[in-house]
């Protein structure tokens, strides 16, 4: 079974960083893409930067210049580095990623359980 399991969230000040991680577990044959979403309350999810399996990213414009994806594929994480954090990044952050299994050939994305992120001012 196939997991991702987020840690990092938690409550800090404007201005302030923090550094979230998603560790993938199970039986993985490949990982692809990975992505960071984020989901405020009242508001849709929005997809905040995504790197793909040979490092190469994309951000969401509100985040561009704050924050920094990453992963370690020895680790099978990812990671999401953020900085300039303002009261409108307070959401609940999850990770996913596009995972091949061993026992299949299909491609799915899986998803962790999110954590949250409170940004005061």
């Known amino acids: 079974q196939v997991q991702l399991v987020e840690s990092g969230g938690g409550l800090v000040q404007a201005g302030g960083s923090l550094r979230l991680s998603c560790a993938a577990s199970?039986?993985?044959?490949?990982?692809?893409?990975m992505y960071w979403y984020r989901q405020a309350p009242g508001k849709q999810r929005e997809l905040v930067a995504q790197?793909?399996?040979?490092?190469?990213?994309n951000y969401a414009d509100s985040v561009k210049g704050r924050f920094t994806i990453s992963r370690d594929n020895t680790k099978k994480a990812v990671y999401l580095q953020m900085g300039g954090l303002r009261p409108e990044d307070t959401a609940v952050y999850s990770c996913?990623?596009?995972?091949?299994?061993?026992?299949?050939?299909?491609?799915?994305?899986?998803w962790g359980q999110g954590t949250q992120v409170t940004v005061s001012s």
């Open positions: 790197i793909t399996i040979g490092g190469n990213t």
């Open positions: 199970g039986s993985i044959f490949r990982i692809g893409d």
């Open positions: 996913a990623a596009d995972i091949r299994p061993f026992i299949t050939t299909q491609i799915t994305t899986y």
